[in-house]
């Protein structure tokens, strides 16, 4: 295929250069009904790319194909069998997925350190969880993709599984066995659904971890956003094999989507694929020089450590790293990841993604360059020596494994959609939870719906709340009370 191509992107200059008239939504037509202060801030491009995808960048019956055709270049470029394009965010490729496998009651092994979207399938779609448990690094507090070992224990226990999900990259960039849990699937011949939502880059450099096409998984969900040049919820979903039905993944996704697709979310998609495709060679392996570099700069600060494969790699670790995921370990300093990171954007405007009770986060991608990577590393040189101005870190309770793996009760759609009450959370250990409590980011649920609560998930996340953890979910998010099942029941 000519992936110098980019339908989308073509089929909006056409519509430009032929001068079409809407009198269709969006309201604004073309940017002419938009306020001039809106304008000013978004500017005029952003309006005229803003249209329908029918009776707009294609005709009444899609006669020209374009999404189809910008689909199956994207499909080209990886070399999966079908690709679908989603504006809605993986959130949603990876609930079409969930439900093209599995239904009501029936079963699904999933790992445990899913996004809270996993979570969110489960709830709508009646899915029974079968949880795999995570690798858990006690020493540094943090998991890593479950085993494939795990998942062949859970096979054996629940032989009436649908399919198994992992999370991989997970997004401390930890990677699972992809090809070992695609085996140990289709041996049983149900499909492999990974949550690559952190490895859309994976498919075009040599250097990176395998992705989850080449390693054999059926479905495979990737945020183009995250770790690519697409929009905010720009995301695809591969398919391979037929072990899932075209058809059924399209239907799912259908059930779920927006009938009002943003045409900016695909334009982006479609520009990147091409990106990729002519480019990606040559933009990750500069982004993969530059982290080399990084980590080794980061390392020699005093007081700072970046987790490298020699922490994350191994006999009961992750199989591969993203090395792109620049981990900063501040355990040596006085104060937490929570404080280090306001404390970059407040006195270097300069924005970490993941935040924890010892870690800061920042993510390379092949848009970063000697600017972007000398403030970070200045950033982090000036954060060191203000360590005396930040305040100490509050103690928190993290919880042995044991801690933190909670009883699944109920279903958790039976849970979340019961009846309720909220009760001091001293008061909630011991019953049934009835919503999800995520730390975010990332946005592993530490607790979620039908999950009895203990002492140990408790206190964690209060004192998680007070030292500057964000638990976005909660009805409560200062965590004083938490939702709870009214009856708390076992399931069948």
Known sequence: M?????PVLDALAAYRAEDQLPFTPPGHKQGRGADPRVLEVLGEAVFHADMLAVSGLDDRTMSGKVIERAEELMADAVGADHTFFSTCGSSLSVKAAMLSVAGPHQKLLIGRDVHKSVVSGLILAGIRPVWVDPQW???????????????????????????ALVTSPTPYGACADVGALAELCHERGVPLIVDEAWGAHLPFHPDLPTWAMDAGADVCVTSVHKMGSGLE????????????????????????????PSVLVFAALDGWRRQMMEHGRALLGDALSRAHRVRAAVDGIEGLHVHGRADFCGDGLAADMDPLQIYVDLSALPFNGYAAADWM??????????SDHRRVNAQLTHADDDTTERRLLDGLRDLVAHADDLPPAPKIRVPAPGGLRLRQATLPRDAFFGDVEEVPADRAVGRV?????????PGVPAALPGEVLDRDVVDYLRDGVRAGMLVPDAADSTLATIRVSVRDVDAD
Request: hydrophobic content about 40%; charged content about 25%; overall charge negative.
């Open 433 to 441: 939870c009835a919503e999800m409590l995520t730390p975010y980011p």
């Open 137 to 163: 690094d006690a020493g540094l507090h943090l998991a890593h993709p479950p085993a494939a070992d795990a998942f062949r224990a859970a096979f054996e226990e629940h032989p009436d599984a649908r399919g």
């Open 233 to 260: 919820q720009g995301s695809v979903f591969h398919l391979q094999g037929d072990l899932v039905a075209k058809d059924a993944l399209a239907a799912r996704a259908d059930l779920l989507d927006t009938t009002s």
């Open 345 to 354: 954007r407040r006195n270097h405007r300069v924005n970490l993604h993941t």
């Open 2 to 6: 000519d992936h110098s191509e980019a």
